[in-house]
C-alpha cells in the first residue's frame, strides 16, 4: 500500500516537472527579447572573462614562479570581479524577468529532484520481516580509527557511547596490525566486527569478515567516507551508525587485488601519485599542485599499462586507471559519484584517455565551459575479472584512498555477494541517482516515470 502510494506520489511530480519546464523555456525566451541590449553588452566581456580565467589558472598553476603564480591569480580575480559586475548591472535592470525565470526553474527543479532524486520505491525502509529476523550479537567488537577525520571519533566520545551499549572497543595504536586485532577479538568470541574511520581503514577488517563469515559495520568517521555514502549511512551523524550492531542484515559486494580486499576502488596512475606523497593527508592542494604541473606540461609519461590484453585506448595511454566496486556514476570534471547499487556483482573499469598535458588542458577547459565531455574521455566497461600488466614489476596504487604499491601483473577480481553487513534499519536500500534537472536523460527519465515507468 505505501509502495503504490510513494509511486502515485513520483508519477504527479513528474508530470508536474513535465508541465513546467514548457514554462521555464518560456520565461528564457521572454528574459532574452527583454534585455537583449544589455546581453549583448555583457556577452562578449563574459567570453572574454573565461579565456582570461582559463588563461590565467593554467599559467598560475603550472608555473615554478611564486611571482608569476601571484600574478595571474591576481587578473583572474580581476576577471571575476569584472564579470560580476557586468551580472548584477544586468540583475539590477531586469529584477523581475530574472525573478522570473528563476521562480518557474526552481518549480521544475523542485519537482524533477522530488521525482527522481528520492527514488521512493527503492528507498523502501528495511523492514525486518522482509529481510529476516536476526538476534543481535552477542559479543560486538569495534576497532577504532583515532586519526581518521582529524580525530572525529575523539570528539564525539564514539568510544564511551559505544562502551555503553555492551560494544568492545578497541582503539587502534600507531603500531597495531588492525587484521590481527580482528582476528584475536572473533577467537575471543566476537560475532560482530566493525571499524569507526575511513575508507582506507574498512577493507582490512571486511576482509577478516569474509573470511570468518561474521557480519560487519561501518561507522563512518573519516574524512570523506565514500563507501558509508553509498551503503545508505548518513555520515554526519556517525553515532547512529552503532545502531547498526542492532539492525538488519544485507550482503553487498567486495572485490580484490591480488589478496587484498577493497570495497570502494584501486586507481593507478596520477592520483596514486599525489596520495603516496608523505605530505598528502596534511596538504592535500600543496601535495596536487606539487604534481599535477608536471602532468600539465607534459614532463610526466602517462600509465603504461595493458588492460586485459587492450593495448592503449584508442591509440591513447592512459593517465588514470581506476578498477572499481560495482559501477560508478561519472559526474563532470571527472569527478566520481555515488553507486546506485553494491550487489551487481561487477567491476567497474574506467581508463582517462588524456596522453598529454596539452590534451588534458583542453579537455579541462571545455569543461568548465559546461561541455560534458568528461564521459567521452573516460574508456569504461564492466567485467567480473580484470588483469592489468606492466613492464614495471610494481606499480603505486590508490586502494580505498590509502597508498600502496602493488606487484604486477595484478589480478582484480570481483567477490559478488562475499560480506554480510550490519546497517541500522531504516537504511535505503540503494542511493538514489544524480539528477542534472535540464539534462536529456532526466527528461526521459521523468517521462518515463509519468508513463507508469521506473524511470531508473
Same mark, same amino acid.
Request: proline fraction near 5%; glycine fraction near 10%; aromatic fraction near 6%.
Given at each position: 500500500?505505501?509502495?503504490?502510494?510513494?509511486?502515485?506520489?513520483?508519477?504527479?511530480?513528474?508530470?508536474?516537472?513535465?508541465?513546467? =519546464?514548457?514554462?521555464? =523555456?518560456?520565461?528564457?525566451?521572454?528574459?532574452?527579447?527583454?534585455?537583449?541590449?544589455?546581453?549583448?553588452?555583457?556577452?562578449?566581456?563574459?567570453?572574454?572573462?573565461?579565456?582570461?580565467?582559463?588563461?590565467?589558472?593554467?599559467?598560475?598553476?603550472?608555473?615554478?614562479?611564486?611571482?608569476?603564480?601571484?600574478?595571474?591569480?591576481?587578473?583572474?580575480?580581476?576577471?571575476?570581479?569584472?564579470?560580476?559586475?557586468?551580472?548584477?548591472?544586468?540583475?539590477?535592470?531586469?529584477?523581475?524577468?530574472?525573478?522570473?525565470?528563476? +521562480?518557474?526553474?526552481?518549480?521544475?527543479?523542485?519537482?524533477?529532484?522530488?521525482?527522481?532524486?528520492?527514488?521512493?520505491? /527503492? $528507498?523502501?525502509?528495511?523492514?525486518?520481516?522482509?529481510?529476516?529476523?536476526?538476534?543481535?550479537?552477542?559479543?560486538?567488537?569495534?576497532?577504532?580509527?583515532?586519526?581518521?577525520?582529524?580525530?572525529?571519533?575523539? /570528539?564525539?566520545?564514539?568510544?564511551?557511547?559505544?562502551?555503553?551499549?555492551?560494544?568492545?572497543?578497541?582503539?587502534?595504536?600507531?603500531?597495531?596490525?588492525?587484521?590481527?586485532?580482528?582476528?584475536?577479538? %572473533?577467537?575471543?568470541? +566476537?560475532?560482530?566486527?566493525?571499524?569507526?574511520?575511513?575508507?582506507?581503514?574498512?577493507?582490512?577488517? +571486511?576482509?577478516?569478515?569474509?573470511?570468518?563469515?561474521?557480519?560487519?559495520?561501518?561507522?563512518?568517521?573519516?574524512?570523506?567516507?565514500?563507501?558509508?555514502?553509498?551503503?545508505?549511512?548518513?555520515?554526519?551523524?556517525?553515532?547512529?551508525?552503532?545502531?547498526?550492531?542492532?539492525?538488519?542484515?544485507?550482503?553487498?559486494?567486495?572485490?580484490?587485488?591480488?589478496?587484498?580486499?577493497?570495497?570502494?576502488?584501486?586507481?593507478?596512475?596520477?592520483?596514486?601519485?599525489? %596520495?603516496?606523497?608523505?605530505?598528502?593527508?596534511?596538504?592535500?592542494?600543496?601535495?596536487?599542485?606539487?604534481?599535477?604541473?608536471?602532468?600539465?606540461?607534459?614532463?610526466?609519461?602517462?600509465?603504461?599499462?595493458?588492460?586485459?590484453?587492450?593495448?592503449?585506448?584508442?591509440?591513447? $595511454?592512459?593517465?588514470?586507471?581506476?578498477?572499481?566496486?560495482?559501477?560508478?556514476?561519472?559526474? /563532470?570534471?571527472?569527478?566520481?559519484?555515488?553507486?546506485?547499487?553494491?550487489?551487481?556483482?561487477?567491476?567497474?573499469?574506467?581508463?582517462?584517455?588524456?596522453?598529454?598535458?596539452?590534451?588534458?588542458?583542453?579537455?579541462?577547459?571545455?569543461?568548465?565551459?559546461?561541455?560534458?565531455?568528461?564521459?567521452?574521455?573516460?574508456?569504461?566497461?564492466?567485467?567480473?575479472?580484470?588483469?592489468?600488466?606492466?613492464?614495471?614489476?610494481?606499480?603505486?596504487?590508490?586502494?580505498?584512498?590509502?597508498?600502496?604499491?602493488?606487484?604486477?601483473?595484478?589480478?582484480?577480481?570481483?567477490?559478488?555477494?562475499?560480506?554480510? %553487513?550490519?546497517?541500522?534499519?531504516?537504511?535505503?536500500?540503494?542511493?538514489?541517482?544524480?539528477?542534472?534537472?535540464?539534462?536529456?536523460?532526466?527528461?526521459?527519465?521523468?517521462?518515463?516515470?509519468?508513463?507508469?515507468?521506473?524511470?531508473?
Amino acid at each position: 500500500m505505501a509502495e503504490r502510494a510513494a509511486a502515485a506520489g513520483r508519477r504527479l511530480s513528474a508530470w508536474l516537472a513535465l508541465a513546467v =519546464l514548457p514554462l521555464v =523555456l518560456l520565461a528564457l525566451v521572454w528574459f532574452v527579447v527583454r534585455s537583449f541590449r544589455d546581453l549583448a553588452a555583457v556577452g562578449p566581456g563574459a567570453v572574454l572573462v573565461v579565456v582570461v580565467l582559463a588563461a590565467a589558472g593554467w599559467w598560475a598553476f603550472t608555473t615554478r614562479r611564486v611571482w608569476k603564480r601571484r600574478l595571474n591569480l591576481a587578473v583572474a580575480a580581476l576577471a571575476v570581479a569584472g564579470l560580476a559586475g557586468g551580472l548584477v548591472y544586468l540583475g539590477v535592470g531586469h529584477s523581475w524577468d530574472a525573478l522570473a525565470v528563476a +521562480a518557474v526553474a526552481l518549480a521544475y527543479v523542485t519537482a524533477a529532484r522530488r521525482t527522481l532524486g528520492v527514488d521512493e520505491v /527503492r $528507498r523502501v525502509a528495511l523492514d525486518r520481516a522482509v529481510v529476516g529476523v536476526r538476534p543481535p550479537p552477542v559479543r560486538p567488537w569495534l576497532l577504532i580509527n583515532p586519526k581518521s577525520g582529524d580525530g572525529k571519533a575523539l /570528539r564525539l566520545g564514539l568510544a564511551d557511547v559505544a562502551a555503553q551499549r555492551g560494544i568492545r572497543v578497541r582503539m587502534l595504536a600507531s603500531d597495531d596490525d588492525p587484521p590481527v586485532l580482528a582476528l584475536d577479538a %572473533v577467537a575471543e568470541g +566476537a560475532d560482530a566486527i566493525g571499524v569507526a574511520g575511513g575508507d582506507g581503514s574498512l577493507g582490512p577488517i +571486511a576482509a577478516v569478515a569474509m573470511r570468518l563469515n561474521v557480519p560487519f559495520v561501518c561507522v563512518p568517521t573519516g574524512t570523506r567516507n565514500h563507501f558509508a555514502h553509498d551503503l545508505g549511512l548518513d555520515r554526519t551523524k556517525p553515532l547512529h551508525a552503532l545502531d547498526a550492531f542492532v539492525g538488519v542484515e544485507r550482503r553487498i559486494d567486495a572485490a580484490a587485488v591480488g589478496g587484498r580486499v577493497f570495497l570502494n576502488n584501486v586507481s593507478l596512475g596520477v592520483y596514486a601519485d599525489i %596520495v603516496r606523497d608523505a605530505g598528502y593527508r596534511a596538504r592535500k592542494l600543496t601535495t596536487t599542485h606539487a604534481v599535477l604541473p608536471a602532468v600539465l606540461r607534459g614532463e610526466q609519461a602517462p600509465l603504461a599499462v595493458r588492460v586485459d590484453g587492450r593495448e592503449g585506448h584508442d591509440d591513447d $595511454r592512459s593517465l588514470m586507471l581506476l578498477v572499481a566496486n560495482n559501477r560508478y556514476e561519472l559526474r /563532470r570534471a571527472f569527478r566520481l559519484g555515488a553507486r546506485h547499487r553494491l550487489d551487481a556483482g561487477v567491476l567497474h573499469v574506467m581508463a582517462l584517455r588524456v596522453s598529454t598535458g596539452a590534451r588534458l588542458a583542453m579537455l579541462v577547459a571545455r569543461v568548465a565551459a559546461g561541455d560534458d565531455v568528461a564521459s567521452a574521455r573516460w574508456a569504461q566497461w564492466t567485467s567480473t575479472a580484470v588483469h592489468v600488466d606492466a613492464e614495471s614489476g610494481r606499480l603505486p596504487a590508490a586502494v580505498d584512498g590509502e597508498a600502496a604499491v602493488l606487484d604486477t601483473p595484478l589480478e582484480f577480481r570481483a567477490l559478488p555477494l562475499a560480506l554480510r %553487513v550490519l546497517v541500522p534499519v531504516g537504511t535505503p536500500r540503494a542511493r538514489a541517482m544524480d539528477v542534472r534537472p535540464f539534462s536529456p536523460e532526466t527528461i526521459r527519465r521523468l517521462w518515463a516515470v509519468a508513463s507508469g515507468g521506473s524511470g531508473g
